[in-house]
Antibody
Framework: QVQLVESGGGVVQAGRSLRLSCVAS????????INWVRQAPGKGLEWVAD????????HYADSVKGRFTISRDNPKKTLYLQMNSLSAEDTAVYYC??????????????WGQGTLVSVSS | DIQMTQSPSTLSASVGDRVTITCRAS??????LAWYQQKPGKAPNLLIY???TLESGVPSRFSGSGSETEFTLTISSLQPDDLATYYC?????????FGQGTKLEIK
């Protein structure tokens, strides 16, 4: 079945870096745009970034622009999120989620189970 | 950025009730709106896209309507399994944005 599995979360000191990964299975990874969405503890959902099916286009939320970089390796069916200059405000569960339809980015299905990033000061 | 505002923030209703959640956009987003359900401790789940198209496998008691700046999610007959937080999301333009969520409690 279609599945996304995130990894790489953990506890990191403020100012340091972390890289998240998301491995896909059950669909043609290279045909779909993929997104990162995060959720701070007890808070709502915040879209973080997306990348087009071929990696040629990326978009970012203002809150992470210049600090986070989204990338993908299609042969490995893997999405990445490089997070630099982390602060306490970046503490959240990070979800990997696919554009629901290959030719129409915008809404998301399915979602991974999430990976927790905790930034300590 | 387009701001999405949901109301109410919390809603308490009984099994069998008709429930309506509203989502307002700070500018027109045509019909580029999705609704998600998030149960406690779980990832969100897509319910509706393009404002009113029901995702495959989602129970027919869920429906969506609206366009431009005002949208609604309706549950026609509330079930115990509907205990969750519901989010709207616009995909008219980047950055994509979510509403703050509506927590639905069962009386």
């Amino acid at each position: 079945q279609v599945q996304l599995v995130e990894s790489g979360g953990g506890v990191v000191q403020a100012g340091r870096s972390l890289r998240l990964s998301c491995v896909a299975s059950g669909f043609t990874f290279s045909s779909y745009g993929i997104n990162w969405v995060r959720q701070a503890p007890g808070k709502g959902l915040e879209w973080v970034a997306d990348i087009s099916y071929d990696g040629s286009n990326q978009h970012y939320a203002d809150s992470v622009k210049g600090r986070f970089t989204i990338s993908r390796d299609n042969p490995k069916k893997t999405l990445y999120l490089q997070m630099n200059s982390l602060s306490a405000e970046d503490t959240a569960v990070y979800y990997c989620t696919r554009d629901s339809i290959a030719v129409r980015p915008g809404w998301f299905d399915p979602w991974g189970q999430g990976t927790l990033v905790s930034v300590s000061s | 950025d387009i701001q999405m505002t949901q109301s109410p923030s919390t809603l308490s209703a009984s099994v069998g009730d008709r429930v309506t959640i509203t989502c307002r956009a700070s500018q027109s987003i045509s019909s580029w709106l999705a609704w998600y359900q998030q149960k406690p401790g779980k990832a969100p789940n897509l319910l509706i896209y393009d404002a009113s198209t029901l995702e495959s496998g989602v129970p027919s008691r869920f429906s969506g309507s609206g366009s431009e700046t005002e949208f609604t999610l309706t549950i026609s007959s509330l079930q115990p399994d509907d205990l969750a937080t519901y989010y709207c999301q616009q995909y008219n333009s980047y950055p994509y944005t979510f509403g703050q969520g509506t927590k639905l409690e069962i009386k």
